[in-house]
């Protein structure tokens, strides 16, 4: 996506018009300046600046989110650090491989390798061998400075929970992309026929496979799930959800504790509901509503309303 067309810039200078203030950008539109009152104040990809530094550098570092929540007792996925070899020198480790395999060992030979500090589902990968390991670890390093290794769990349901100062904003649940069998097509003329984001298509085509051969045709109205990552960059599809509603209450508890328990003012916290037991996932301090904006038929009302209303706890504007 371009920077010039990312809904943040449009919300900002809507904002901006709303309260006549001055609104410029910088960096291809990646850093945008609000001034009011001679007070300057910058929005940083999708960081509204509201958050304590540390409690950003936290959030975006999944091992350590999940070392502070395991701590005070916040039930969550567990994320395990290894770093690039070559910041070997600065921590008392012998090596990396055989503490990799022994996370590996303990996920029971089902693990997701990721980018630590990686966003949008990009650099995760699933392992269920030693050599599918070796693979992604291998592959991740090659762009990211540390891994973290978690055991692969079944999600029922992903939530999203957007948070300012505790009170929730937005709740939305992440479906995964399906294909439903007619009898007729094979799994990948259905892929073919969903709407993906580009590449996305190629990508579940290679990681299907491995369950269900590509010219395998589902019977008809057979329900077949073809991601097994809830993003939406993914292909997964939001789903609005009513922060009233009882059935969510406990997830919500748990984004909110979770929020307070990493002094996070304004972000989103993502719950996996497995086994019937909500779960924190991970931490967003940046909040990316573009897809979201995209989906919903009023999107950049949507999209102002929360990033409006950082702008409004930013400015102390009642």
């Not at 699933?126 to 762009?143: D, G, M, N, P």
């Not at 996932?281 to 904006?293: D, F, P, Q, Y």
Request: net charge negative.
């Amino acid at each position: 996506m371009n920077n010039l067309d990312r809904e943040i810039v449009a919300s900002m200078r809507r904002y901006g018009k709303a309260h006549s203030l001055d609104v410029r950008t910088h960096s291809h539109d990646w850093i945008v300046e609000v001034t009011r009152d001679g007070r300057v104040h910058h929005v940083f990809g999708y960081d509204l600046g509201l958050n304590a530094s540390t409690t950003h550098r936290l959030c975006n570092d999944k091992a350590a989110t999940f070392e502070v929540l395991n701590t005070h007792g916040i039930a969550a996925i567990p994320h395990h650090l290894f770093l690039h070899p070559r910041w070997l020198d600065y921590v008392a480790l012998d090596g990396n491989w055989a503490r990799i395999l022994e996370a590996f060992a303990a996920c029971n030979n089902d693990a997701v390798v990721k980018d630590n500090e990686g966003t949008g589902g990009k650099e995760v990968l699933r392992a269920t061998s030693v050599k599918e390991l070796e693979q992604a670890a291998t592959a991740i390093f090659e762009r990211a400075r540390s891994i973290a290794i978690s055991p692969y769990v079944d999600i029922q349901v992903e939530l999203r929970f957007v948070l300012l100062d505790g009170a929730p904003l937005l709740a939305y649940a992440k479906d995964r992309p399906v294909v439903i069998g007619d009898g007729k097509r094979s799994i990948s003329e259905l892929i073919a026929a969903l709407d993906l984001p580009e590449g996305v298509d190629r990508e579940i085509l290679a990681e299907i496979a491995s369950v269900h051969p590509a010219a395998h045709v589902p019977d008809a109205d057979e329900v077949i799930s073809v991601q097994w990552r809830h993003n939406l960059g993914k292909g997964g599809t939001p789903r609005m959800l009513d922060i009233a509603d009882p059935g969510i209450a406990d997830a919500l508890d748990l984004a909110r504790a979770a929020a307070a328990h990493t002094n996070l003012r304004f972000g989103s916290v993502d719950i996996a509901i497995v086994d019937g037991t909500p779960l924190v996932l991970e931490i967003n301090s940046g909040v990316m509503l573009e897809h979201l904006s995209d989906a919903a038929s009023d999107g950049a009302a949507l999209t102002d309303r929360i990033y409006h209303a950082v702008l409004d706890r930013v400015f102390g504007v009642d």
